[in-house]
């Protein structure tokens, strides 16, 4: 999507601080971390927002979980972690590109908020 800033840093036309990769996914560090470590974990493919993801994206989900793991494994917090998606406005969700923040390098309470 031409002005999906997500799409705009998947496909390099934006920096961003990139700490895993793979063909179909992207993670990159957050600009305002609510944590320690704080990243965000995207489909390269643009789909706004998880439920508007079909049945034909089950395999990309899949690959999009175990991009969060791998990311966590490299920022070396997969001992202990969350990963969280906003569905939608009401939900806070700013970026209409379905991604994971994924949070760590503290203790995190819960319930989150």
């Known amino acids: 999507m ?3 800033i997500f799409c705009k840093i998947a496909a390099g036309e934006i920096n961003a601080r990139i700490v895993y990769e793979d063909p179909d996914t992207l993670a990159f560090l957050d600009l305002n971390p609510q944590a320690p470590t704080h990243a965000l974990v995207i489909p390269r493919r643009h ?3 998880l439920t508007a993801a079909a049945d034909t994206d089950a395999e990309l989900l899949g690959k999009l979980q175990l991009a969060a793991a791998r990311t966590a494994k490299a920022l070396k917090v ?4 969350r990963l969280v998606t906003n569905n939608g406005k009401a939900a806070g969700q700013s970026v209409d590109h379905l991604h994971y923040h994924l949070l760590g390098g503290r203790k995190l309470l819960w319930p989150p908020g």
């Open 2 to 4: 031409a002005d999906c």
């Open 47 to 49: 789909i706004p927002r």
């Open 78 to 81: 997969d001992g202990a972690f």
